[in-house]
């Protein structure tokens, strides 16, 4: 095994962070490892936002709910971002790639962009011996972090990802078993696989060093998805030009 | 520079392979790297589908017009999947369940978690000095792969990953420069740069060894998205139970 393929498997989120910055060239080293990933059709459908104001910081963190968004060495905010490619159109020519661009798909092929390019920043810290978290809590409130980071039309927050110096080493956590999650040629249903994994996370649940509980992935989910969440980031899409139809 | 991240700044992709397949302990290791990916409050909401059957691999071909669909060592099939969540759920927590899945945000989530986990393997498999192309163009017939997958509800395509043993290296696609994706603290237009972009890329296209042609990133936008594509997946998404509401 190689020392990237062991970097990779040796992932875990770490939400608490040495109180240090992150050097200007590592954070250029960083960005310019997401810029590598592929991207659809050219589009490099995305922008990185770095947030260094120690005020907005603290506003990100009050929709996020999460300490480590202001305790961390760097916090980069990925966005999907159509707005670019429109620069110097004509009128007529705008106002047809933006209609093309407000489908479905387009949703779908901006976000991939971003998450492949912020997979490359993930592992790219982590090969340097940091520690990273994503923050999808950000979407706890999507418009306020548009408002935060005065993002126009065509450009929307995704996820941000914390970054620092590990000060916790927490232990792996369990994944799908490769039969749940690989398949050949077509899918299979899998419950009775998903059933032994709720025994392999229940005993995980009751034995690990901290926060230990009764639990399965199973109940997790259902208690998780019981009530709707984030119902506005539907409206909020629609009126950044995205997912329209 | 470490070797992880040469290997991430290396990327090109490839889309012409040697005659050879992987072997399944690669593809395990690949699978695994993928699993190890973040994943949002840890509902893994993916399944990777490889394909080996030679008359799938051909229609999948069809649908997407390149022939690295079926020339490749291993082909892998991105999937957003929540369907697994709700088993073993009583009818009305899985009813309740459904209903707060089909929103645009649980769309996004499990793209961004099939994108994250697709990037761990084409990294992985970089690492091994193997190469790899994404196939977004898979939905250009998204409900015709939907078939060939026998997918059930809340399982949809999102994308392709075409892996093999390199049988071409073709230069380095420039990316947009640094200043035009990587902003501080707020978006920041950004007009003028892309304009010095589109000159850079002007010549690079002009001296490039194949397909050399007369071209601006600008005006490629321009030309693809002139004219709407791919507008069958907004209601195929929705047919699958994404995206309703």
Redesign the interface.
């Known amino acids: 095994?190689?020392?990237?393929?062991e970097?990779?498997?040796?992932?875990r989120?770490i939400r608490s962070f040495e109180e240090t910055k992150l050097e200007d060239d590592t954070?250029?080293?960083l960005?310019?490892?997401?810029?590598?990933?592929?991207t659809?059709?050219?589009?490099?459908a995305?922008?990185?936002?770095?947030?260094?104001?120690e005020e907005?910081k603290q506003q990100l963190q009050d929709v996020s709910g999460h300490p480590h968004v202001t305790n961390n060495s760097h916090l980069f905010i990925m966005?999907a971002d159509y707005?670019?490619?429109?620069?110097?159109?004509d009128e007529k020519?705008k106002e047809?790639?933006e209609?093309?661009?407000e489908?479905?798909?387009h949703?779908?092929?901006a976000?991939?962009d971003a998450?492949?390019a912020?997979?490359?920043i993930?592992?790219?810290a982590e090969?340097?011996g940091l520690g990273m978290?994503?923050l999808?809590s950000l979407?706890n409130d999507i418009q306020k972090v548009d408002e935060?980071?005065?993002?126009?039309d065509h450009?929307a927050p995704?996820?941000g990802i914390a970054i620092g110096v590990p000060a916790e080493t927490p232990e792996?956590?369990p994944?799908?078993p490769?039969e749940?999650?690989?398949?050949?040629?077509?899918?299979k249903?899998?419950?009775e696989e998903?059933?032994k994994f709720n025994n392999q996370i229940s005993d995980y649940y009751a034995s690990r060093s901290s926060n230990q509980r009764q639990d399965t992935?199973?109940l997790?989910?259902?208690r998780?998805?019981?009530?709707?969440?984030?119902?506005d980031?539907?409206d909020y899409?629609k009126d950044k030009g995205f997912?329209r139809?």
């Open positions: 095994m190689n020392s990237t393929i970097t990779i498997l040796n992932h989120s954070i250029q080293t960005v310019e490892s997401a810029q590598q990933a592929s659809s059709s050219y589009m490099m995305y922008s990185i936002i770095g947030i260094t104001d907005k966005c707005r670019r490619l429109t620069y110097d159109a020519t047809n790639m209609k093309n661009l489908n479905s798909e949703l779908m092929t976000t991939i998450a492949l912020a997979q490359n993930a592992i790219a090969s340097m978290c994503y999808g979407r935060i980071l005065n993002l126009p450009v995704l996820f792996k956590k994944r799908l490769f749940t999650v690989y398949f050949e040629n077509e899918y249903d899998h419950e998903i059933r992935w199973t997790q989910m259902q998780r998805f019981q009530n709707p969440i984030r119902m980031v539907t899409l997912n139809r």
